[in-house]
């Protein structure tokens, strides 16, 4: 059953995984109010200094910054298609570094409560993919 039908959960998954990664960014910023993990980017960044407290404070600090800068720019890459196999395997390493990271600081069950491995795995599979329909990589592709 080749065509269009074996495309559609491709897209889904680009577009679930990005949904999600921005979700996250979203409750950094307090959009998701009294549901939300942090609420507000303080906390945020006193979960990463949490996850990362094997770093100087100060790169803990960056880590904050630089990871909701890539929790933005792959999800939308992702989104829009763009350098979509490039935009997979930096959210599977992200999301890679993150559960890891989880992993050793707060315990294994804490990234597979949030299905973190599942999402790693889920970008990888993205990563490997050989084409991307529905995606700006196509319509440069064709031109």
Do not use: C
């Amino acid at each position: 059953m080749k065509g269009t039908v074996e495309h559609l959960p491709q897209l889904f998954l680009r577009l679930t995984i990005s949904v999600t990664m921005l979700s996250a960014v979203a409750d950094r910023f307090g959009f998701w109010g009294e549901n939300s993990a942090w609420g507000n980017w303080e906390n945020f960044e006193n979960y990463t200094q949490q996850l990362t407290f094997f770093l100087p404070e100060s790169v803990g600090s960056f880590s904050a910054y630089a990871a909701t800068f890539l929790e933005v720019l792959f999800p939308l890459m992702l989104i829009f298609g763009f350098k979509t196999k490039w935009a997979a395997w930096g959210t599977g390493l992200l999301l890679l570094v993150f559960a890891l990271s989880m992993s050793i600081s707060l315990g294994i069950k804490a990234p597979l409560d949030y299905s973190v491995w599942i999402s790693v795995a889920a970008a990888f599979l993205l990563a490997i993919q050989s084409d991307y329909k529905y995606s700006i990589d196509t319509l440069i592709k064709k031109s």
